[in-house]
C-alpha cells in the first residue's frame, strides 16, 4: 500500500491515559490467542485463566507517552486509512455518512459500551459511535496468525468501520433482535457484511490513481493479505486452535471460507448492495 500521512483528524489518541501495569501467570501465547480468540469470536475467553488481567508492559504515568517512531508511523497508517475510507463512505452514501474517529489506547479503556481491555480486540461501540484500537493486536495478527502487511491491517479497520455503517444505516438494530448464535445467526450476517464493506473500500482505493482524491493507493498482492487476515480469524479456525473442535452452534463472525467470500464480494463489486446481511445468512 501506499498511503500519505495526515492531521490524524481521524483519531483520538488515549493511549497515555489508558496504560497500566498489572501481570497473570499466562504466558504471552496463551495471551496472543485469547487476545484474537476475544476479537474474532466475542466472547470472553479470559475469565477461563482467571482473574482478567492482562501482562503488560511497562508504561509511563497517566499523561506521559512513551512510543516510538514505528508506532507513530502506525498511528499516521491508521489515521490514513480512517480519512480515506470514510471519504469513500461520504461518496457512497450521498449525504447518510457521519464521520467518526478511531479511539488508540493502551491494555484498558472505557467507552460508551462499558470497559475494555486489549484482549476485548479492535471493536466498534454504537454507543459513542467510535472505533477502539490496542495497536499492539497488529503485531499479534502478524506473528501469531500469519496474517501480516499493511493491507491486512487496513482490513481490521474498515471491518469495524464498516460496523459503523451499519449503525448508521440502521442495520445493527436489526441484528441485536435475534441473540443466537450460530452459522446462520445474526450476528454472522452483519460480521460477514462488514467484511463486505470493507471490501467496498478496498475496490475503492484499487480504482483510483496514485492517491487520486484520497490518501491511500493499493499495490498488487493487497488484497491476498486482506484475505489472509480474513481466513486467519474465522470461527472454525479459531476454535480450532483453542480447542481442537469446531462447534458451528457457537460461531459468531464466520467460518474463514465466508469471510474470504465476502470481502472478495466487496472488492470485485464496490457495491454496498452486494453486501446485504439477509444474503450472507443464506449463503
Known sequence: MRWQSGDRSNIEDQ???????GAVPIGIGGLVLLVA??????????SLVGGGELPTQE???????????????????VDAVMADAQSSWEQLLRGRYERTRV??????????????????????????????????????????????GDFAQAYVVTHELGHHVQQLLGLNERATRD???????????????ADCFAGVWGHAASARGRFGAGR????????????????????????????GHIQPERFTHGTSAQRMQWFRRGMETGDPSQCDASRARTE
Open 103 to 148: 479511539v488508540l489506547f493502551r491494555d484498558s479503556t472505557q467507552s460508551a459500551c462499558g470497559g475494555a481491555d486489549a484482549a476485548t480486540g479492535p471493536f466498534y461501540c454504537p454507543g459513542d459511535q467510535k472505533i477502539y484500537l490496542d495497536l499492539g493486536f497488529f503485531a499479534e495478527l502478524s506473528r501469531r496468525f500469519g496474517a501480516p
Open 59 to 77: 508504561a509511563g504515568q497517566p499523561g506521559e507517552l512513551r512510543t516510538t517512531p514505528e508506532e507513530e508511523r502506525m498511528v499516521d497508517f
Open 179 to 193: 441473540r443466537r448464535p450460530g452459522p446462520h445467526s445474526a450476528s454472522v450476517a452483519l460480521e460477514l457484511q
Open 15 to 21: 493511549r497515555a491515559s489508558s496504560s497500566r501495569r
Open 216 to 243: 491511500v493507493e493499493l499495490e498488487p498482492g493487497d488484497a491476498e493479505e486482506a484475505l489472509k487476515a480474513a481466513a486467519a480469524i474465522g470461527d472454525d479456525r479459531l476454535q480450532k486452535m483453542a480447542t
Open 37 to 46: 480468540l476475544c476479537w474474532a469470536t466475542g466472547a470472553d475467553f479470559l
